[in-house]
């Protein structure tokens, strides 16, 4: 990271105007090619989109990062902090009534919630008709969920859940 004075000299605005520009050369023509090949032996798809277009198509960025343990910044409208996401490879096992109930979707399962907050039957009717005529189109996907869902439960093991099998959103 640079850190040059607001006032610069000739040579720090050089490296200042300098330095994007050779990031974006490596970038483009190193890191990204590496990537690539990484994805494609990694999901074992032999053609994947250039990380290029990726990145020129990008419309929403999540980032691992919360305000209480950062100094103060703006973002872009999309960009979104969700501080605290921690990625394990391993949850416990889901308890069998779950496991059981997730495996009887044909397609996987989709978990819903709206947390403490949000009560689904305060909702105005005509969204919780559209949310439940949108859920009814995927009759091979077990629902579940923390209200008024078919298999209802007040706990739910979040992170085995989140890292589970046949899941198809979260």
């Known amino acids: 990271m640079m850190h040059f004075p607001?006032?610069?000299n000739?040579?720090?605005?050089?490296?200042?105007?300098?330095?994007?520009?050779?990031?974006?050369?490596?970038?483009?023509?190193?890191?990204f090619p590496h990537l690539e090949d990484m994805?494609?032996?990694?999901?074992?798809l032999e053609k994947v989109p250039k990380f290029v277009e990726i990145e020129a198509n990008t419309s929403l960025v999540f980032i691992n990062s919360h305000w209480s343990t950062e100094y103060p910044r703006s973002y872009p409208p999309n960009v979104i902090p969700v501080g605290g996401i921690a990625g394990h490879s391993k949850?416990?096992?889901l308890p069998k009534n779950l496991e059981d109930?997730?495996?009887?979707?044909?397609?996987?399962?989709?978990?819903?919630?709206?947390?403490?907050?949000?009560?689904?039957?305060?909702?105005?009717?005509?969204?919780?008709q559209a949310f439940v005529n949108t859920l009814h189109k995927f009759p091979n996907i077990q629902l579940f969920g923390s209200?008024?869902?078919?298999?209802k439960r007040s706990y739910l093991p979040m992170f085995s859940l989140r890292n589970g099998f046949r899941k198809r959103t979260f």
């Open 147 to 151: 209200q008024h869902i078919p298999f």
């Open 6 to 8: 607001t006032k610069m």
């Open 10 to 31: 000739f040579w720090q605005r050089a490296v200042a105007a300098l330095v994007p520009l050779v990031w974006k050369v490596y970038k483009e023509n190193w890191a």
């Open 91 to 93: 949850g416990k096992p």
């Open 39 to 44: 994805m494609k032996k990694g999901l074992g």
């Open 101 to 128: 109930f997730i495996k009887k979707g044909k397609d996987g399962f989709i978990y819903v919630s709206f947390g403490t907050v949000g009560e689904f039957t305060k909702f105005d009717p005509e969204v919780r």
